[in-house]
């Protein structure tokens, strides 16, 4: 099941203190490092997103934000999306949307694999069914899925 990303930016607006700028090295090009897991890696801005780096009056306002995030029209976007941390390429804020069978937007499972909802019965149904998958299964997401659609629910 594909992740999409929406490119809504809210996954980096708190990470400025966990990728890590360490220095200038070239046009474009810098040392950084990943502070949660203390590892180095080499950015170099896009080039087609080299414009709105440059423009810095938005980060500005977001201290809090990673140093590389900058708005694109409705988007915020990642301007070294080529060459990010590893977990920020992998990173997907919501594996699956679920939903009722007429489509009612009841919550989400997350890239953590914990399912975030307000639907008192959804939550219940879950609880009593999630001991049941093999969490270490290679095929985990699709056995997720296929738990909520024996529950009932529509998952994607
Ligand atoms: S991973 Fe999720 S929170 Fe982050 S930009 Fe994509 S849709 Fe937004
Ligand atoms: S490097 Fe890109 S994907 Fe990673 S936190 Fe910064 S803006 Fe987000």
Redesign the pocket.
């Known amino acids: 099941m594909a992740f999409n990303?929406?490119?809504?930016?809210?996954?980096?607006m708190h990470m400025g203190d966990y990728i890590e700028i360490e220095r200038e090295i070239g046009p474009f090009e810098f040392e950084c490092s990943s502070v949660s897991t203390g590892t180095p890696f080499f950015a170099m801005v896009d080039e087609d997103k080299r414009e709105l780096f440059l423009e810095r009056a938005w980060i500005q306002g977001y201290p809090s934000a990673c140093r590389f995030l900058r708005p694109d029209g409705v988007r915020v976007v990642c301007t070294i999306h080529k060459t990010s941390a590893p977990q920020c390429k992998f990173?997907?804020?919501?594996v699956f949307r679920v939903y009722s069978q007429n489509r009612k937007f009841l919550g989400t499972v997350t890239g953590t694999y914990a399912l975030h909802t307000s639907d008192k019965e959804l939550q219940s149904a879950w609880e009593r069914r999630e001991r049941t998958i093999n969490w270490d299964s290679p095929d985990v997401e699709d056995r997720i899925a296929d738990c909520l659609r024996e529950l009932g629910y529509i998952a994607e």
């Open positions: 990303c929406k490119q809504c930016g809210t996954c980096c990173y997907r804020c919501v």
